[in-house]
């Protein structure tokens, strides 16, 4: 009886020091797995300030490109342009124009800026709407201040624009938004 005792006792206690050596073990390897995790986060963070890097850098080439764009558009920019039946100043991409145009058999002609990007073309702005020529050719001009106006064959302004503010060496610019700087 006193036999089974010291021996149950030494399984118990065995059995402990092996549970410890299993606890101890079991830590290791969650250490050993948080430090893996630690780097696998620093790598991770790395990865991703060099996809942030990358991404910025294609956002600021982009926005130095288009600002390039936009400082040698190519788009019409008009002084004094003759504007007569069928002839047209188009924006860049060609979704907008400036035309002089008469409806069917009418004697009234318009400057327009016109939508071109569908079937049916549409007036999206007509400039001398309420004062048309009656002849077929007329001459866009941009006078000092900044004034964009509409003569007929007399030198007679027939439209212009309203502005306020002048312009050193004013000029006019269709942008491909359909709107006329």
Request: charged share 25%; glycine share 6%.
């Amino acid at each position: 009886m006193y036999e089974f005792w010291p021996l149950a006792r030494a399984r118990v206690l065995i059995g402990a020091l092996e549970l410890k050596e299993e606890k101890l073990k079991a830590k290791e390897e969650a250490e050993d797995l948080a430090q893996e995790m630690a780097e696998l986060r620093y790598r991770m963070t790395g990865l991703l300030e060099e996809e942030c890097k990358r991404r910025a850098c294609i956002e600021q080439a982009s926005l130095h490109r288009i600002a390039e764009l936009e400082s040698t558009y190519i788009e019409v920019q008009i002084r004094s342009v003759s504007v007569t039946n069928g002839e047209t100043v188009v924006s860049i991409g060609r979704t907008f124009e400036l035309e002089y145009f008469s409806l069917g058999a009418s004697k009234n002609w318009y400057v327009a800026i016109l939508y071109k990007k569908i079937s049916v073309t549409t007036n999206v702005w007509i400039g001398n709407r309420n004062t048309p020529l009656t002849g077929s050719s007329g001459v866009l001009k941009v006078r000092s201040p900044g004034i964009l106006g509409l003569v007929d064959h007399k030198n007679t302004t027939v439209w212009s624009s309203n502005t306020s503010s002048s312009a050193h060496n004013p000029m006019a610019q269709l942008l491909d938004s359909g709107i006329l700087l």
